[in-house]
């Protein structure tokens, strides 16, 4: 079992649409979760960081449920600009693990007009 | 100027060739990370250093070495570069910030150095 397992999509929703991601991880010490947003040839860049009381920033809303080792992000009314590779990423705490992100293998979503 | 840069960014090269691709950082970050990515793959692991004399293995490190010549620059090799070693390399940095007992760190990666070997 891969230890953060994504659905690979593609996603493909019109503009204005709700969609959300999905995202399990493996073990159970996971400390740390993130969203990171790939553009295509471009350099993963942080989304949002993932808190256990769930987070809001603007349309994307992240959600954590540790007992299900879960996480999730909505988007809502999607823009064309949101078209982009969506990864999900868990820090494995513990001993010297700190800083030792693991990757998704990411969601694809486009976003038409 | 971007804070994480990578060189090259296209490199074209032969099997059994020894190449070195190169990242340097303007962040201040002690912690710095090599990783490769794969379609269907993500990103992967190859070596990381927490502070200049700190070099640790990550999930794929045979074939490569790293060197770690200043807090600003890290660099990873390949010794006999083979076919499988074709991927997009990535560098990156990050500084933990320790908050109510956990650690929340942010990695900021370079632009990528797309590697074909032929």
């Known amino acids: 079992r891969k230890e953060v397992e994504q659905d690979p999509g593609p996603f493909n929703v019109p503009e204005g649409a709700t969609v959300a991601f999905n995202c399990t991880y493996s073990?159970?010490?996971?400390?740390?979760f993130f969203w990171y947003r790939q553009d295509c040839r471009k350099e993963p860049k942080l989304l949002m960081s993932?808190?256990?009381s769930g987070n809001e920033d603007g349309r994307f809303t992240a959600q954590l449920n540790r007992a299900s080792q879960y996480i999730s992000l909505l988007i809502r009314d999607s823009k064309l600009s949101d078209s982009a590779t969506y990864l999900c990423?868990?820090?494995?705490?513990?001993?010297?693990?700190?800083?030792?992100?693991?990757f998704g293998q990411g969601t694809i979503l486009t976003v038409h007009p | 100027d971007a804070d994480v840069t990578q060189t090259p960014r296209n490199r074209i090269t032969k099997t059994g060739k020894r190449i070195m691709l190169e990242c340097s950082q303007t962040?201040?970050?002690?912690?710095m990370y090599w990783y490769r990515q794969d379609p269907g793959l993500g990103l992967r692991l190859i070596y990381y250093?927490?502070?200049?004399?700190?070099?640790n293995k990550g999930e794929i490190s045979d074939g490569y070495s790293v060197s770690r010549q200043a807090q600003a620059k890290f660099s990873l090799s390949l010794e006999s570069a083979i076919p499988n070693q074709t991927a997009l390399y990535f560098c990156?940095?990050?500084?933990?910030?320790?908050?109510?007992?956990?650690?929340?760190?942010?990695?900021?990666f370079g632009p990528g150095t797309r590697l074909l070997v032929l």
């Open positions: 990156a940095t990050s500084d933990p910030l320790w908050t109510s007992g956990t650690v929340q760190e942010t990695q900021y």
């Open positions: 073990n159970s010490a996971s400390q740390s």
């Open positions: 993932v808190y256990s």
């Open positions: 990423v868990v820090n494995f705490a513990g001993g010297t693990s700190y800083g030792k992100l693991t």
């Open positions: 962040k201040g970050h002690d912690r």
């Open positions: 250093s927490f502070d200049v004399k700190d070099i």
